[in-house]
């Protein structure tokens, strides 16, 4: 892709074609009228009034040979109040063309580009490229500054290629930056991030690859690809020392570039990369490990609610069995006493006192008043959820911006709630 696109060569570096345009940009002032009207002929006027115009405008007269858009010929024309059909005769004159232009830069105290100025230049590139890539922005900020510095603003090749070189000054400052002040044993996990391989793929390939489905064993994966970037210790905070667009633009490629690829960069650059890498899969995959806990928590849940409502089936077949046995009871001790006979023995002929005690621990097996309907499965799989909170708290820890935050105050009795002989670590959490 090239710096800069057909369009955007000719907004920076040619006069607008469009009537309207040239009317709003090539507007003269009375004393640019006074100027030009100070030369002998028709024809001289409009074609010293239309380099100024040009200058003013793109920081340059016109060119050898250039004839200028009609649009602006007639915009000064009638600003003059001459025929812009005279101007062909000022385009066969091209000692005139030169000598006006002459006249015009000594006027406004301007000079042409030297070696000298590049440095200057290409600092005010490298400034407006620090939030950007694309070209048009970098080579306007150039040509502010030449304007600014009274410079004639040169041909398209050398502004590009000073914009272009502003561009790469940018990205190697901001490199340079990203790393700077990287402690020894970072840089030893950032090389190791590309050098080692687990099985067939490098550290950075593995981790880029985090597995997603909600699994136990793919948090457990997940968790272990934070450790490893965990221990580059390399807090979010350094993405704030370059601009946040500049490292935007480093994070992309981190997500293009495989660990070939970023072998192959120069040592600032590789570094740079890395650390974003590191920043961005470390953030990306915390979020993605809080999202799989829940979901498998979510899942949980469900299970627990599915296993509650087959219960309930079950339950149910047993107490309609119950009520049948008890209806029948009913009946008899109903009879026993409408005809004065004893209930024991109305008893012992209905359901048995054998009956009737199974029919009473069948009841008693199903109802629980102290049970939560909602909760009386998933608590049913405490040893599992323990497992997987466990996972959790040693992985993370949790702040808040409230210093009495009462979330947090809960949050921070699960840890010990989970804590067993097994399990000797828990998640300190800070406020």
Known sequence: MSFLDAQSRATLFEPPEAYEEALARYALSVEDITFAKGHRRSHNRLGFAIQLALVRDLGRPLRAGEAPPQAIVSVVADQLGIDPAVF????????????????????????????????????????????????????????????????????????????????????????????????????????QLVADRIGDRSHLGWIAEAPEGAKLKNLKGLIARLEVLRSAAIPDERRKTIHANRYGIIARETRILHAREIRRLTVERRYATLTAFVIERQASITDFAIDMFC?????????????????????????????LNHLQLGEALVTAREGNADFASAIAASIGWEGLLASMAAATAVVRPDRSDEFDALVERHKSMRKLARFLFDAFCFRSFRPDDPLLSAVDHLPRSTADASCPRTCRLLS
């Not at 299970?303 to 219960?311: F, G």
């Open 88 to 191: 062909g005769l000022y385009a066969q004159r091209e000692e005139t063309r030169r000598e006006h232009a002459r006249e015009i830069v000594a006027a406004l105290g301007l000079r042409a580009v030297r070696a000298s100025d590049y440095r200057s230049l290409i600092t005010a590139a490298a400034r407006q490229a620090a939030a950007t890539e694309k070209g048009m922005p970098i080579a306007q900020a150039v040509i502010e500054a030449l304007k600014d510095g009274k410079l004639l603003v040169p041909g398209p090749e050398l502004l590009i290629r000073l914009a272009m070189a502003g561009r790469a000054a940018a990205r190697r400052h901001a490199y340079r930056e990203l790393i700077r002040r990287l402690a020894q044993p970072s840089i030893e996990v950032l090389d």
């Open 295 to 323: 979901k498998l928590i979510g899942s949980a849940r469900r299970k627990a609610e599915v296993s509650r409502k087959e219960r309930r089936l079950k339950e149910a077949e047993i107490l309609a069995g119950v009520a």
